[in-house]
């Protein structure tokens, strides 16, 4: 297994890197306030000139979050962009309907739906009349995929194509865990549904990034709490990465510390490798 060296503050590998892809949920907030040293850490950062880009699995647009971080504090003179999952869902979703309107079944709440704004998109509660599923997550923050199986095995009877527009599977709320769309999107796949997904570890979401870099030859450092996705997204782009680990995967941790046996074994068992671990973000 390669080796994971585990560093106390970012501020010891920082010098090595341009740009920084930085998660969000797990990483910066958990859904409800910032986690502890973020403002620190962004601004020394940005003092050391560096490219700080969000990438999130958020079924969002982009300027719906900034302004999220903005009511937690973060203001924008602290980053350089937000890319989400959402963002590109938008984007793909606008370029396929150029033209073509379909009926649209969207799963997600109510906070979501202006991923559908301005798309050539016609909603329909009829699961026997849809052309096109967006899925940006569950209905309910305390839902399980039970209560999804009747609804998608309707569905699936025409086969539309599902669109998930957030990869993950689970998500810390506050210190709650909640399902997201990635565990409905693969339950549909299961039972024979098409399934197009948007966001990390998917490499869209990275080729935006890329776009919006102007300088070449630069080192970029990816941060994340989930090895699905942000490690695994690190992986398949031969990026450098952190993992912090008490994100969702916070089990690996015992008291104030990272325990490398655990780690070791989660890390064996998925065959996803981080460059460095530290318990939480700090400079």
């Known amino acids: 297994m390669e080796t994971v060296k585990e560093i106390k503050e970012l501020s010891k590998i920082s010098s090595n890197y341009d740009v920084f892809f930085i998660d969000l949920w797990g990483v910066i907030h958990n859904g409800v306030n910032l986690l502890n ?20 699995n958020a079924p ?37 309907l ?31 009349n849809v052309d096109i599923i967006v899925n940006t997550g569950p209905w309910g923050d305390n839902d399980s995929l039970d209560n999804y199986k009747p ?8 086969n539309p194509l599902m669109v998930c527009s957030n990869p993950d599977k689970t998500v810390v709320r506050g210190d709650n865990f909640m399902i997201c769309a990635g565990l409905l999107a693969e339950y549909y796949e299961s039972i024979g549904g098409r399934v197009e997904y948007y966001g990390k570890p998917f490499s869209e979401i990275y080729e935006h990034c890329y776009r919006k870099i102007e300088k070449k030859n630069i080192k970029i450092l990816v941060i994340g709490d989930s090895l ?46 981080p460059t460095f671990y530290t318990r939480e973000l700090t400079f």
């Open 37 to 56: 040293n973020v403002l620190e850490v962004m601004k020394n950062l940005k003092n050391k000139k560096k490219i700080i880009f969000f990438l999130t």
């Open 60 to 96: 969002r647009r982009s300027y719906v979050i900034r302004t999220q971080l903005h009511s937690f504090g973060l203001k924008e003179h602290l980053y350089d962009d937000v890319i989400s999952s959402g963002e590109i869902t938008w984007q793909k979703l606008r370029k396929k």
């Open 98 to 128: 150029d033209g073509v309107r379909k009926n649209c079944f969207l799963i997600g709440p109510e906070r979501d739906y202006h991923l559908i704004e301005g798309l050539n998109l016609q909603v329909t509660n009829n699961p026997s």
């Open 151 to 158: 609804i998608l095995k309707k569905l699936i009877v025409k």
């Open 228 to 273: 699905d996705n942000d490690i695994k997204g690190a992986n398949e782009q031969n990026l450098d990465s952190l993992f912090v680990t008490s994100g969702i995967h916070r089990n690996v941790n015992n008291h104030n510390k990272v325990d490398k046996e655990k780690l070791d074994d989660l890390i064996r068992k998925k065959e996803i490798f």
